[in-house]
């Protein structure tokens, strides 16, 4: 009997980061973390909290580092779900401060992914979405967040993709979604491909290009679109904000 072991397959991932240009001395809100080449992750600290004295990217950046500190070892990690991660980081997470929050990890076959807001990912095949999260939100510029001592079990949406070679996955914080429609994001990385450019480099394209419809008063945008369906018809442009991009691709482990 012939046995056919399937190529073993890992992400190649690259990150882009920038804070909206006002938050850039504090760092900004948005934060990430890669770990063990296949688990990664993307959090946003609600911004309302400024308004207390409080530094708001503090407890997204406290929830990435206890992942990516709770991973660090590498070893058995498969045997942990993205959930699990998000609420042993939650309750490591003792900063003040409320964030949307994403977990995902790729066991070679599946992507897994464990999603609290309006942080999202999609899964580009060719050129064209694949799959896709759904942003959690209360309402109109209201996501989904969770609140230092919270438990994020209660919230926690997951999702299980099977994904196969140089299938593409973009993971991002809102910054991106508000303002790119997803034919862009496709376009962009298509082109890149072809061009043979790394995930970071591809990463940062898209962060630029996000920040600069957020610049614009009157570029179309998603969320100008959002506003328009929430009732308010006078606005226009992007909405400028911090922006975390991590650009993945599904490659033959080396």
């Known amino acids: 009997?012939?046995?056919?072991?399937?190529?073993?397959?890992?992400?190649?991932?690259?990150?882009?980061?920038?804070?909206?240009?006002?938050?850039?001395?504090?760092?900004?809100?948005?934060?990430?973390?890669?770990?063990?080449?296949?688990?990664?992750?993307?959090?946003?600290?609600?911004?309302?909290?400024?308004?207390?004295?409080?530094?708001?990217?503090?407890?997204?950046?406290?929830?990435?580092?206890?992942?990516?500190k709770f991973l660090s070892e590498c070893d058995g990690i498969s045997k942990y779900e993205p959930s699990s991660v998000l609420i042993h980081s939650a309750s490591k997470a003792h900063s003040p401060g409320s964030s949307t929050v994403l977990v995902g990890f790729f066991d070679g076959q599946a992507l897994h992914v464990a999603n609290i807001g309006d942080s999202g990912f999609v899964v580009i095949r060719g050129a064209h979405v694949f799959n896709r999260s759904s942003p959690m939100v209360y309402?109109?510029?209201?996501?989904?967040?969770?609140?230092?001592?919270?438990?994020?079990?209660?919230?926690?949406?997951?999702?299980?993709?099977?994904?196969?070679?140089?299938?593409?996955i973009v993971t991002a914080t809102d910054g991106l979604f508000d303002n790119l429609y997803e034919k862009e994001i496709v376009d962009i990385v298509s082109k890149s491909l072809q061009a043979?450019?790394?995930?970071?480099?591809?990463?940062?394209?898209?962060?630029?290009?996000?920040?600069?419809?957020?610049?614009?008063?009157?570029?179309r945008s998603p969320f100008a679109d959002a506003a328009h369906a929430a009732g308010y018809p006078f606005f226009s442009g992007g909405k400028l904000d911090d922006v975390a991009v991590i650009v993945s691709i599904v490659e033959k482990s080396s």
């Open 139 to 168: 309402g109109f510029n209201f996501p989904l967040q969770i609140e230092s001592g919270d438990d994020p079990s209660k919230y926690i949406e997951t999702y299980k993709v099977d994904l196969d070679e140089e299938d593409v």
């Open 1 to 68: 009997i012939e046995v056919v072991s399937l190529p073993q397959l890992s992400l190649s991932s690259g990150v882009a980061l920038f804070p909206h240009p006002s938050k850039a001395l504090t760092g900004g809100e948005d934060a990430y973390f890669v770990a063990c080449k296949n688990w990664f992750g993307v959090a946003d600290g609600v911004g309302q909290w400024s308004l207390e004295g409080v530094n708001a990217g503090l407890y997204a950046r406290e929830l990435m580092d206890n992942c990516e």
């Open 196 to 219: 043979n450019l790394k995930p970071a480099v591809i990463a940062e394209i898209l962060a630029l290009r996000a920040q600069e419809v957020g610049k614009s008063i009157t570029t």
